[in-house]
């Protein structure tokens, strides 16, 4: 079986486990708890840090090999 199917499985799993656990809970709690996770999955791909990194517009170069000093 191949990861992504694994992954596939492992999620419909934890949404049925997701509904049943949400069936105890009044309609109005429900839709707020299904908001609270959907908003959880649309943010899942974001970096949570502050500031995104930022390319240098220069190249870093290399700093060259230099042979060693002749002894005098």
Same mark, same amino acid.
Request: net charge positive.
């Given at each position: 079986? !191949? ?8 999620? &419909? &799993? %934890?949404?049925? %486990?997701?509904?049943? @656990?949400?069936? +105890?809970?009044?309609?109005? &709690? ?6 609270? %996770?959907? &908003? %959880? ?5 974001? =970096?949570? !840090?502050? +500031?995104?990194? =930022?390319? @240098? @517009?220069?190249?870093? @170069?290399?700093? !060259? ?8």
């Amino acid at each position: 079986m !191949s990861l992504r199917a694994r992954q596939k499985k492992a999620a &419909e &799993e %934890i949404a049925e %486990i997701m509904y049943a @656990s949400l069936q +105890k809970f009044p309609e109005e &709690e429900q839709d707020r708890r299904v908001k609270d %996770i959907q &908003e %959880i999955g649309a943010n899942a791909g974001r =970096k949570q !840090s502050g +500031k995104s990194p =930022k390319r @240098s @517009s220069t190249r870093v @170069s290399r700093p !060259s090999r230099r042979r060693a000093a002749a002894p005098r």
